[in-house]
């Protein structure tokens, strides 16, 4: 029998059901997997409430306490402070393309089609949730690595990473932008509008060549250490992560999500800790601590896979393993259980996670919020494949909207090591 459009739908709609969907996306990506997930953001946005200081009309001083939030003491109210973050959500997409060539192919083997056509459709699935799971660590700018320095401006450009690590967040045939460090400027070619596609990756080293694109050093600006290497379409239109709800530096008076958090850095704004200067084991007990401090309870600390080897090293016989579940499908990861002052909190390494910083979290302060499943088909009409209107081609589309929240800052770390 011949293969038609149906009967591609249907294998499709067979192959990848939702729970398969969850298991690919969730694999090798332990906060994805673990952070909590609501699937009905509707509406145009999502308010979070925080109270971030409790009623203060309080004194051994019966009157004392009675004069708080009148005029008798100017700029006091005695009551609860509260800020409403209003969340809203961003879109991603991924698209899988196959030819006709290839359909007529194997047209009378559905089998070798459908072979060929999941290898595409994964691949693409793998794409997205990558995209997401980066995200969610990162501060809503796109940016999945930083330049080190000034590439040579010649025919075979090669842009080295600030920390080799980042290096998993970039693959070959990858369309790059790379902007000025404070975010305002977009690096160009020689000619052209600033669009570097990806042709040779050193894992090694953190480099990525760009051959045969020379960029432009005068009016398009000229790369520098630190300067933002954002896939193309991403810039400031990613989810607003884990460093957006905890920044690096304590947050200013710019609006995030509609709320000035400079009241309370630490209860609006997360805590930061520097241990860069002590042992790992000593850094990640000094940022739960400091959570601690704020009334959190952490549970879960999550770290690239060089800072959970060197953790592994540190506690030599010490060390106790453990696995942690994901919340919705049966998937585990292997972690390092380390003792807080608040109990056991698991360490979990995640290729996601920047280098040289640990996220202590409270786990259930934390929620990925979408509209629909993330990631899933975009099939309203009910055909997962459909025909390229410019292409002798079909595509699968794929995408999600929604956005990450956390509606406890304070109860949560971001440690430098």
């Avoid at 003792?339 to 360490?347: A, F, H, L, M, N």
């Amino acid at each position: 029998m011949a293969l038609d459009l149906t009967t591609v739908n249907q294998a499709l709609k067979e192959h990848y059901k939702p729970l398969r969907v969850q298991n690919m996306a969730y694999r090798d990506n332990p906060l994805l997997a673990m952070m909590p997930k609501y699937t009905k953001f509707g509406g145009e946005n999502m308010p979070i409430p925080i109270i971030f200081s409790n009623p203060q009309r309080r004194s051994a001083t019966f009157g004392s306490a009675q004069d708080v939030g009148t005029s008798a003491i100017a700029g006091s109210t005695g009551t609860s402070q509260l800020k409403q973050f209003v969340l809203t959500r961003v879109k991603d997409y991924s698209f899988a393309s196959i030819t006709g060539e290839s359909i007529k192919a194997t047209e009378r083997d559905s089998d070798a089609f459908l072979r060929y056509a999941t290898m595409e459709v994964d691949g693409a699935l793998h794409s997205l949730t990558r995209s997401l799971a980066v995200g969610m660590y990162r501060d809503g700018t796109g940016s999945r690595g930083l330049a080190n320095a000034a590439p040579a401006n010649s025919a075979n450009m090669v842009v080295k990473l600030k920390n080799a690590e980042d290096v998993t967040n970039f693959e070959v045939g990858q369309v790059l932008n790379i902007f000025s460090a404070a975010g305002s400027q977009r690096i160009g070619k020689t000619g052209e509008t600033g669009d570097f596609s990806v042709d040779a990756i050193d894992r090694d080293t953190g480099e990525l060549t760009f051959t045969g694109q020379e960029y432009a050093s005068g009016s398009g600006g000229t790369i520098a250490a630190n300067d933002l290497i954002i896939a193309k379409g991403d810039r400031n239109l990613v989810v607003s992560g884990l460093e957006a709800w905890c920044p690096t530096a304590a947050p200013g008076s710019d609006l995030f999500f509609n709320v000035n958090r400079t009241a309370d850095v630490t209860r609006l704004g997360g805590n930061r800790f520097d241990g860069s200067a002590l042992p790992i084991e000593e850094a990640l007990i000094g940022g739960a601590a400091r959570v601690a401090r704020e009334g959190g309870r952490p549970d879960h600390c999550f770290v690239d896979f060089a800072t959970f080897s060197n953790l592994e090293k540190a506690l030599g016989s010490k060390v106790v393993y453990s696995e942690a579940k994901a919340r919705d499908v049966d998937i585990g990861f292997a972690g390092i259980d380390i003792r807080g002052p608040r109990g056991t909190i698991k360490v979990i390494p995640d290729q996601n996670c920047q280098p040289d910083v640990a996220w202590m979290l409270q786990m259930d302060t934390w929620s990925l919020n979408t509209l629909g499943e993330a990631p899933m088909f975009l099939d309203l009409d009910g055909n997962k494949m459909l025909r390229e209107s410019s292409d002798d081609a079909y595509e699968i589309r794929l995408g999600y909207y929604g956005n990450v929240a956390c509606n406890a800052p304070g109860y949560n770390c971001r440690v430098a090591l």
